[in-house]
């Protein structure tokens, strides 16, 4: 089977302040030496200040293809990041991020989302939520993947559920670009 992205996004249930976020964010990236990763937090005020930490942390690893930062395109430009995870609100931002220079990924829930993405010239998309995942809706499975994948030409990445390795195992059977996950990196 051939390699996949492996894509670590982060969620402040797993830190509660900065020095437990960096050493957090230090075993996990060790340990599973993910290729792709996403600075979240959708409810700190010091996002700037996680930011930088987050980015530092992640440079110092050659392995880590990307370094994104969640939504927000602006302070990924600021802090040098290679790009952006977009949520599904944000498609006019597609081409906001991309004229910064910016790698653009974009939260996908349908497969008219993913052909959104696909014109507006997003780099890379997540679909989601493949597996079953907490306060997520319903799965949407490996059939609708594969189906994806056959429809649309674009990096599609697997989100939502990618616990366990039997699922990242089947994954691999679909030619998915790769699966994101939080759990799976720090659960």
């Known amino acids: 089977m051939t390699k996949i992205i492996r ?5 402040k249930r797993y830190y509660q302040d900065k020095k437990q976020f960096k050493k957090v964010l230090h075993k996990s ?11 979240r937090d959708k409810s700190t005020d010091d996002f700037s200040q996680y930011a930088r930490i987050f980015v530092n942390s992640c440079k110092k690893y050659r392995y880590i293809d990307k370094i994104l930062l969640n939504q927000n395109f602006v302070e990924a430009k600021k802090q040098k990041c290679d790009g952006v ?7 006019g931002h597609i081409t906001k991020a991309r004229r910064q220079g910016l790698f653009v990924t974009i939260s ?5 989302d993913i052909k959104k993405a ?10 989601s939520p493949l597996f079953k995942s907490p306060d997520k809706g ?19 990445i697997a989100l939502g559920g990618v616990i366990q390795n039997s ?20 659960g």
């Open 138 to 156: 319903v799965p949407l499975g490996l059939f609708a993947l594969k189906k994806a994948i056959k429809l649309y030409n674009i990096p599609i």
């Open 118 to 127: 696909k014109n507006s010239k997003a780099n890379m998309v997540t679909y």
């Open 7 to 11: 894509y670590l996004i982060t969620d």
């Open 108 to 112: 996908c829930h349908t497969l008219n």
């Open 167 to 186: 699922h990242i195992y089947k994954l691999k059977a679909t030619n998915t670009a790769g699966f994101a996950s939080i759990r799976h990196f720090f």
């Open 85 to 91: 995870h977009l949520s599904s609100s944000q498609f």
């Open 29 to 39: 990236l060790k340990k599973h030496k993910p290729s792709f990763v996403c600075y």
